[in-house]
């Protein structure tokens, strides 16, 4: 008897709707930060395989991000992220269809993919409406994510709709209302300001929809 294999909504949609997809791209090859800009010299390192930022010994000054050089628009994009932290406001976060932030510049515009207790899966709307967008449901959230651990985040965004899921558990499915605003931009990595926080982001690949 065959194993029955259960897919993420968005996977199914895929599969079922008729869009088809080029073959996964990596964007980090995991030893550089070839591809990608930011501060690189006195926030962002390469640890262990993975893009990382923060400290377990002090807080993190501000929000800090690394983005990607290329823009895309419809996507979906696969990373594995893991958050370990100790006080303050431990968190990051995910930046799709984004841009740079004229003042603060360290900041970015658009929409994040959040990380962290109580945001984990969460679609916020960063530097700009600056709410969150919609919330997934805490059971699932409880199910999927693997406090302390790596855990595998995927993000499809097509049209005006963004779904993710977390650990092959679907968080959100968000469709814009406001036609002003953007669908396309940079992928964004973020560790947030004023926690006693790690993160590591690896395995970053996007599979471009057409």
Not at 156 to 175: A, F, H, L, W
Not at 182 to 202: A, D, R, S
Request: glycine residues 10%.
């Amino acid at each position: 008897m065959k194993k029955l294999v259960l897919l993420p909504s968005f996977a199914m949609a895929v599969l079922l709707g008729g869009s088809s997809w080029a073959a996964p791209i990596s964007l980090f090859d995991g030893k550089s930060f070839a591809g990608w800009d930011g501060n690189t010299t006195n926030v962002w390192r390469i640890q262990d395989g993975a893009i990382a930022a923060g400290s377990l010994q002090k807080k993190a000054p501000q929000n800090e991000f690394v983005r990607t050089k290329n823009s895309y628009t419809n996507f979906v994009l696969r990373v594995k992220v893991k958050l370990l932290g100790t006080e303050g406001f431990v968190n990051g976060g995910v930046q799709v269809r984004s841009q740079p932030a004229k003042n603060p510049p360290n900041e970015m515009v658009g929409y994040q993919c959040d990380v962290g207790e109580g945001w984990w899966g969460a679609l916020y709307d960063e530097s700009r409406r600056n709410k969150v967008l919609v919330k997934p449901n805490p059971e699932d959230v409880a199910k999927a994510v693997k406090k302390g651990e790596w855990n595998d985040y995927s993000i499809r965004c097509e049209g005006r709709r963004i779904q993710t899921s977390i650990n092959g558990v679907p968080m959100i499915d968000y469709t814009e209302s406001d036609e002003s605003l953007p669908q396309h931009g940079l992928i964004g990595l973020q560790i947030h300001g004023n926690g006693v926080t790690e993160v590591f982001y690896k395995d970053i690949t996007i599979e471009p929809l057409q």
